[in-house]
């Protein structure tokens, strides 16, 4: 059964930096892809970054690029998003999710592409 958990949401400042992590219950091996978007109220889910599992390569949404970074522990079968530089503007809630063995990151950066999702963790900057 597959769950992610996410964690490491909070309050900071404009400017803060916040790490943000995704704990598998399964292999890392067991996904394609693994990403993160968020959700603010009103506002449809973004996409933020995502990660091929098994190359290693990585994608940004262009709200984000060069402020986060997206990392993927095998070993700890954990993702992270480190968030650098925050703007009020990325209040939102941030969702880990991740897609099928057979299926890479490329193109992949609607909600409808991923079939696992985790519960969210909330960030807020002021």
């Known amino acids: 059964h597959v769950q992610l958990v996410e964690s490491g949401g909070g309050s900071v400042q404009s400017g803060g930096s916040l790490t943000l992590t995704c704990s598998s219950s399964?292999?890392?091996?067991?996904?394609?892809?693994m990403g993160w978007f968020r959700q603010a109220p009103g506002k449809e889910r973004e996409f933020i970054a995502s990660?091929?599992?098994?190359?290693?390569?990585?994608y940004y949404g262009d709200s984000v690029n060069g402020r986060f970074t997206i990392h993927l522990d095998h070993g700890k079968k954990t993702l992270y998003l480190q968030m650098n530089s925050l703007k009020p503007e990325d209040t939102a809630m941030y969702y880990c999710?991740?897609?099928?063995?057979?299926?890479?990151?490329?193109?992949?950066?609607?909600?409808?592409?991923?079939?696992?999702w985790g519960q969210g963790t909330q960030v807020t900057v002021s």
């Open positions: 999710a991740a897609r099928g063995p057979t299926y890479g990151c490329y193109s992949a950066s609607a909600e409808a592409d991923f079939r696992y």
């Open positions: 399964v292999n890392i091996d067991n996904f394609g892809c």
């Open positions: 990660q091929f599992t098994g190359a290693g390569t990585k």
